[in-house]
């Protein structure tokens, strides 16, 4: 059932959320990875957690519209390609928020650590990767794994949600991009996953609200401020984040994996 009153909410708990939402989405904006803050601000709370994912959906699309507009505007996003992948983002992340809802993610988060682990260790070893761009434009192969990419994050995005973007980084790195225009276009991709898991959940009446409004407040500031960031300071600011966040990340599912909170 959807949760709409107030209860017991107390001034702290929003004031937390709103000031969680605008860390994750600062980080977000850069370089993908803010549900690490996102979504256990929201568990915090004691919601269940498939409202907790519902209502973290709710507040992460305004973050990444905020951040996505602010790279459309300053010519960081190639338009061509991510208009014809969101509408495959928004259907396989609302394919992913369904199967969440009947399969334990249990059993794929080593496979998701190991991924990460091996995406922070060629980065790490090449150390001029995504620092310039080598995009050539859209050909066969180009929107063939571009088309499989955006299907397989957007459904995880919806299934699990932390590092999504920084896969998304790290495909559009790989396509030819340089870290902040693939900072930009993933942002166009990721608000197509929220999108999607938002719909699905709102229909299925898993979403707070009150919270997740708070918390959108928060993640708006941050998502522009965080694109901002990411223009401002070029490709070798982003690069030194990623690596930062993305061990985060290993950490953090890590723990959760061995049994941690």
């Given at each position: 059932?959807?949760?709409?009153?107030?209860?017991?909410?107390?001034?702290?708990?929003?004031?937390?959320?709103?000031?969680?939402?605008?860390?994750?989405?600062?980080?977000?904006?850069?370089?993908?990875?803010?549900?690490?803050?996102?979504?256990?601000?929201?568990?915090?709370?004691?919601?269940p957690p498939t409202t907790a994912l519902g209502t973290n959906k709710l507040a992460a699309i305004a973050g990444v519209m905020a951040?996505?507009?602010?790279?459309?505007?300053?010519?960081?996003?190639?338009?061509?390609?991510?208009?014809?992948?969101?509408?495959?983002?928004?259907?396989?992340?609302?394919?992913?928020?369904?199967?969440?809802?009947?399969?334990?993610?249990?059993?794929?988060?080593?496979?998701?650590?190991?991924?990460?682990?091996?995406?922070?260790?060629?980065?790490?070893?090449?150390?001029?990767?995504?620092?310039?761009?080598?995009?050539?434009?859209?050909?066969?192969?180009?929107?063939?794994?571009?088309?499989?990419?955006?299907?397989?994050?957007?459904?995880?995005?919806?299934?699990?949600?932390?590092?999504?973007?920084?896969?998304?980084?790290?495909?559009?790195?790989?396509?030819?991009?340089?870290?902040?225009?693939?900072?930009?276009?993933?942002?166009?991709?990721?608000?197509g996953s929220n999108l999607g898991s938002l719909l699905f959940f709102l229909t299925v009446g898993e979403v707070h609200l009150l919270?997740?409004?708070?918390?959108?407040?928060?993640?708006?500031?941050?998502?522009?401020?965080?694109?901002?960031?990411?223009?401002?300071?070029?490709?070798?600011?982003?690069?030194?984040?990623?690596?930062?966040?993305?061990?985060?990340?290993?950490?953090r599912l890590a723990w959760s994996y061995s049994g941690g909170a």
């Amino acid at each position: 059932m959807m949760e709409y009153g107030i209860g017991d909410t107390s001034v702290w708990t929003l004031l937390c959320l709103l000031g969680a939402g605008f860390l994750a989405a600062w980080i977000d904006a850069i370089v993908g990875g803010g549900g690490v803050i996102s979504l256990p601000a929201v568990l915090l709370t004691g919601i269940p957690p498939t409202t907790a994912l519902g209502t973290n959906k709710l507040a992460a699309i305004a973050g990444v519209m905020a951040a996505s507009v602010t790279f459309w505007r300053n010519g960081h996003v190639r338009k061509r390609l991510v208009v014809r992948l969101f509408p495959l983002a928004v259907i396989a992340a609302a394919l992913g928020s369904y199967t969440v809802m009947h399969v334990p993610v249990m059993y794929l988060e080593p496979i998701i650590i190991a991924a990460l682990i091996a995406v922070s260790g060629f980065v790490l070893r090449h150390k001029r990767f995504g620092q310039e761009a080598s995009y050539r434009g859209e050909r066969p192969r180009i929107w063939l794994v571009a088309a499989a990419v955006t299907v397989a994050f957007s459904f995880y995005d919806g299934f699990i949600g932390p590092g999504t973007g920084a896969f998304f980084m790290m495909a559009l790195v790989a396509l030819g991009f340089d870290f902040v225009h693939a900072s930009g276009n993933s942002r166009v991709l990721n608000m197509g996953s929220n999108l999607g898991s938002l719909l699905f959940f709102l229909t299925v009446g898993e979403v707070h609200l009150l919270y997740g409004a708070v918390m959108a407040c928060g993640m708006a500031a941050g998502g522009y401020v965080g694109a901002r960031t990411a223009m401002t300071r070029g490709a070798g600011f982003v690069r030194v984040i990623f690596m930062v966040v993305t061990g985060l990340l290993i950490v953090r599912l890590a723990w959760s994996y061995s049994g941690g909170a």
